[in-house]
């Protein structure tokens, strides 16, 4: 099933305005919430960090919604069996509507438990053995895990869905895209020019049918930041003010504190958000690009709208913009 997705920022809003907004979303015709996962935001500004499990609960019990963490990184806040036995529970009280978002992580949520932060490829190892580990407790089998990073006593989850639930992975990179299809049920990434899309999905597939995978048959997701407001010069300015990590385009995985991104901030113009943040007043501009992200084959689609306009935008969205998309699949 294709899905337009809302995406709930636990690093810009407060969990009870965010729960209010998916019930909102609900009803103006979004099908499914991405739940952020942060420890800090990423800038002081931005003003919060709630516990994204506390939140994804509240809307499985208060929503119809499909949802999930876009997303949990395992391995450092979280070890993989607590993730393992948290995903157990909400795919048992919501079966079929639960999805397992998981990622490498960025230092600046998962530093504040490590005293090291590790180098690229390890930190992909470790979200690969985190994986083995969450796949082996979903299955129901008692497991132990003696890996290189990630180590398990005897273990098994007791509370858990007939079904486990599917384990989507995010990357922006062509390794990890292909070892996402090979050992998982579908990819995560973000907005990007279409060569790199094409070039992720590519080695995306590739992975699936080396594991003997129909890539055809698995979902992509996608997260979108827009900017949207009653003028494109008001839409260019909260990106500025609200979301200014949006326009800073160059790895950030190893900043670990919201000061050093403020102070970072202060160099960030409008320019910087080009290709990274959609900027417009014009909701047919919203509905065509994101018609182009499912025209590339992505089946969800989740919208980030970085102002704090939230309530304005879903119903925006829910007149305009959902109406009148295409999926083809």
Known sequence: MSRLGYA??????????LLTWSQLAERAGFSAVMVSDHFLPWTPEQGQSAFAWSLLGAIGATTGLRFGPGVTAPGFRYHPAIIA??????????????WLGLGAGEALNEHVVHKY???????????????????????????RYDGEFIKMESAK????????PPIYVATSGPVMSERTGRHTD??????????KIK?????????????????????????????????????????????????????KQDIRNPEDFAAMARLVRPENFVGRVFMSADLEQHRAHIQHYID?????????????????FIRAYGERVIPNLRWSF
């Open 8 to 17: 709930a920022m636990c690093e810009q809003f407060t969990p009870s305005d």
């Open 85 to 98: 036995q948290a995903a157990g529970t909400l795919g048992a009280m919501f079966p079929g509507r639960f």
């Open 117 to 143: 932060w590790p180098e690229p490829p390890a930190r992909l190892r470790i979200l690969i053995e985190s994986i083995d580990v969450i796949k082996q407790l979903l299955s129901g089998k008692t497991t």
């Open 157 to 164: 989850l007791y509370t858990r869905p007939e079904q486990p």
């Open 186 to 195: 579908g990819i995560i990434t973000v907005g990007a020019a279409d060569e």
């Open 199 to 251: 070039m992720l999905m590519g080695r995306f597939e590739k992975g699936a049918r080396e594991a003997g995978k129909d890539p055809s048959r698995m979902p992509r997701l996608i997260q979108l930041h827009v900017s949207w407001a009653d003028s494109d010069e008001e839409a260019v300015a909260q990106a500025v003010r609200e979301w200014p990590n949006g326009g800073m385009n160059f790895p």
């Open 296 to 312: 590339l084959g992505f089946t969800e689609v989740y919208v980030h709208n970085v102002g704090r306009n939230q309530e304005a």
